[in-house]
Structure formats: C-alpha cells, structure tokens
C-alpha cells in the first residue's frame, strides 16, 4: 500500500529568499568529521578556544543554586542593565538611562529586533562589505533591502565618506557601522569615525547600528571608539550594540546588548515579549559577574590573540599564492587566494575561483602538513 502523501509545508516568502548562515554549516559539518574520527581544525565560526573566566562560571552556578531560574523582566536584569550602564561610562564615557538599555540573547538578537521593529517593505540598509553576512540576511528577514557598499581592498577595505554619501538614498533608514570589523580585522580610529559621522550630518533619515562587539579585540595599542563618542551630536540616531560573546569568550551563553534611543529599546523589547520572553536568568547572572569582576583579562587575552596573529600572518605570507593584510583587531584573517587561481590543486583539478580553492584548503587543514600544526602554533579560533 502507498504511504499517505505527506503535505507539503508552505514556506514564507522571508524565510524562502534567506539563506542559512554558512558558518554554522561549516561548525556542524566540522563536528561530524570530529565525531567521525577525523582530525579537524575549525576555523570557519567565531569561537575562541579560550575558557569563559572562573568567576563567571562560578556565579552562574550560584545564582541557579539561589534560584534564579524565573523569567527576568523581558529588557534584562536591572543589576545587568546598571552593568552595562557602566561598562558604557567606564569604557566611552557615555552615559544611557536605564530605559535606553535592553539585554537580548546575544547581540544577534539585538540587530535583528532593530531591523525588524523599524523597516518596511524597500527601506534599504546600508552595509559596508566585506562584512558579517547575518546583516544582510536579516535586513531581508525584515522585509528590507541591504545595500552592500563594497570597501576597496586597495583602500584596506576601509569605508570611504565619499562612497556612503553616495550610497545614500531617501530610502536608506540604517548604515552598520562595525568597529573592529568582521571578517577584516579593520579598526576604525576616532578620525575616521568623525569623517563617516559628518556624512551624516546632511541626511537626519538615516540612523547607525553601531556593532561593538569586538571592541576589546584590538592590538598593538589601538582603541576601537563607537561612533556616539566621536559625534555625541548623533546620539539620538545610533543604536550601540555589544555583548560578552568575543570579549569574555562566552559565545555560547547568549548575552548581547544595544544602548539608543528610548522609543527605540520599547518597540524591541515588544518584539523580544513575543518572541523570546528575555535573555537566559542564568546567563544574565554570568554575564554580570564578568561585566562587574576583574577586567585585567580583556587586555591579557588581547594581547594573546596579537601573538597569534602575527604568527598566522607569518605563515600565511609563507604559502605561496596566498596573502593577507594584517588585521588591527578581532581574531579573523582575510586572506586572498587570487595568487592560486588558474593553477591546479595537488588532485588536479583547476582552481578557477576562490571556491574551487576553499575546498582544497579544507582538506590540507585536516592533514598533518597544515602549516598550523607543522609550526606547533595554536590556531586562532576554536
Ligand atoms: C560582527 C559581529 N556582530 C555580532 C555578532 C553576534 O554575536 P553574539 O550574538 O554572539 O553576541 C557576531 C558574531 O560572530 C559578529 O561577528
């Protein structure tokens, strides 16, 4: 007998037109190849091999031991909001009032209730590349249009004040602003901020989702400002976005934030009622104890990750064909290939693009020659 015919699910044209995040594809598939025995070094998600701090841990146990395992007020603990609050006056010297705050589950959450609680259908959303590519899935997601504005790579893939004036339509309602920069490693110095900001000045539609997240991640002396410090005259059209995740090495307990404009916070933290409720207690708990304990840290794994750079940058400049710009911050390198392409992998095949080349690559780091293990360096990401 036949087996009933199952029906077949309507998707929603949102979902349809996104795409599933490649890097969480690339994490899945390598944790099959590790369960399936085979040796692999991952480097295609943002997670750092680092532990979340001692005290964190410790203070999310307690606070479960306590009991708090109730639901928080939906925009966050009021303890995690005040820490936030002074992390903000500690670090950038701005100061936001408590209804300016909301906690989210990880800053992702944060970017996304922004742009879903303030485009419309054809809004656009400009996002200079390259760049975190949830950005432009999410604008979609939310029934936006995302302009990408590509950073020349001859300019090191630094945003130009020319080029986002130019980008500028009356339908333009955002522009991301991410300092450092993901995948790049850019860092942009308060000059260069003032520049971009000054663009703005001619265009009071056009509001900055400014993504801090990696704000501790710089090296050799750099400070990586959010945009409201260098132009506080903007601050009624910037949402400032960060998070623990990359700062104290807590990617997976989910704890973001986003400091703006009061009407702003109370549309996402209607979204966030509907949605999510609130950001884990128990998280949020952790969250605090790394926001309000010891901060030593933040330079001490800096400086950690700027070792790892430069040896990466060292072996990377040593494989023929490949290169890449030294990044001021985060913990990516955005290599090029293009020295490869029109030659042929050791299996025969022609390289012809960048894709053709990532394949042959996966599997020389699955191999005892990758140059990460010959050297005994560490890799930089988990
Ligand atoms: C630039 C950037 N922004 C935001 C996020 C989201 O981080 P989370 O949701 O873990 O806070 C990431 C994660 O990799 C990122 O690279």
């Known amino acids: 007998m036949l087996a009933p015919l199952q029906p077949v699910p309507q998707f929603a044209p949102r979902t349809v037109r996104i795409a599933a995040s490649p890097a969480a594809v690339l994490r899945r598939r390598a944790r099959e190849l590790r369960a399936a025995g085979r040796d692999v070094i991952e ?7 680092f532990a979340t701090p001692v005290h964190v841990v410790a203070a999310a146990a307690e606070a479960a031991r306590r009991g708090e395992t109730r639901y928080t007020n939906v925009d966050g ?47 656009e959303v400009i996002v200079p590349t390259p760049c975190w590519m949830p950005y432009i899935e999410q604008v979609r997601l939310a029934d936006g249009t995302p302009v990408r504005l590509p950073c020349a790579q001859n300019n090191g893939f630094r945003l130009r004040p020319d080029e986002l004036a130019a980008a500028i339509t ?16 850019v860092v942009y110095p308060a000059e260069e901020l003032t520049a971009i900001a000054e663009v703005l ?17 710089v090296f050799d002396g750099r400070r990586a ?32 934030w986003a400091a703006g404009p009061a009407a702003l916070v109370r549309e996402m933290a209607k979204i966030q009622s509907q949605t999510t409720s609130c950001a884990s207690s128990i998280s949020q708990a952790a969250a ?27 072996l990377l400049d040593a494989c023929e064909g490949l290169m890449c710009t030294a990044p001021d911050g985060t913990f990516y390198l955005f290599a090029s290939c293009a020295g490869v392409i029109g030659k042929r992998a050791p299996d025969g095949r022609e390289i012809a693009t960048d894709r053709d080349f990532a394949p042959t690559c996966s599997t020389a780091s699955t191999s005892r020659s990758c140059p990460a293990r010959t050297s005994g360096c560490r890799p930089m990401c988990g």
């Open 43 to 49: 480097l295609s998600s943002g997670d750092l091999d």
């Open 77 to 123: 603990m009021p303890e995690l909001k005040d820490a936030v609050r002074a992390a903000f006056r500690r670090q950038n010297g701005l100061a936001f009032a408590p209804e300016e705050i909301i906690v989210t589950a990880g800053s992702t959450q944060a970017l996304f209730e922004a742009l879903f609680a303030t485009l419309a259908r054809g809004d």
């Open 288 to 314: 605090l104890a790394a926001l309000t304990g010891p901060q030593e840290i933040l330079a001490e794994r800096a400086a950690v990750l700027q070792e790892r750079r430069d040896a990466f940058v060292a």
């Open 170 to 185: 009356p339908r333009t309602r955002w522009v991301v602003i991410n300092n450092p920069v993901n995948p790049t490693g």
């Open 225 to 256: 400002p959010t945009i409201v410090e260098v132009a506080p005259w903007l601050k009624r059209r910037v949402l400032t976005v960060g998070g623990v995740a990359k700062s104290y090495a807590m990617m997976g307990w989910r704890v973001g």
């Open 201 to 217: 000045r001619a265009h009071p539609h056009v509001w900055v989702l400014a993504d801090g997240l990696y704000e501790h991640i």
